[in-house]
């Protein structure tokens, strides 16, 4: 799903590759066809994962970010927040999942 490994990343765990720019247009893929056929999955963990992969990607683009790990999981945290606020559209609720981080 993506949640779980999220969690163990912004407890400080580095997962090499988990979230890089293959990862993000493989799962944006697999997700949007999951949910056009109709299957029942959720697509809560894969936003948040997506949302935590477009934040990765955008904190390389910063030397100040991209090399302080502390920044990043923040930069991580927040992307977290807005995955679960566009998964549920509920905007309270992605700010309340990312200060349980």
């Known amino acids: 799903s993506?949640?779980?490994?999220?969690?163990t990343i912004l407890s400080g765990f580095i997962i090499r590759g988990y979230l890089g720019k293959w990862t993000f247009l493989i799962k944006s893929v697999a997700i949007m066809l999951a949910v056009a056929s109709g299957l029942s999955l959720g697509k809560e963990g894969p936003m948040v994962h997506m949302a935590c992969c477009i934040g990765n990607i955008l904190s390389y683009m910063f030397p100040k970010y991209g090399r302080n790990e502390a920044k990043k999981r923040e930069i991580l945290s927040a992307a977290s927040a807005a995955g679960v606020s566009v998964a549920f559209g509920a905007p309270i609720g992605g700010v309340l999942f990312s200060l349980e981080e």
């Open 2 to 7: 993506g949640i779980p490994e999220i969690k």
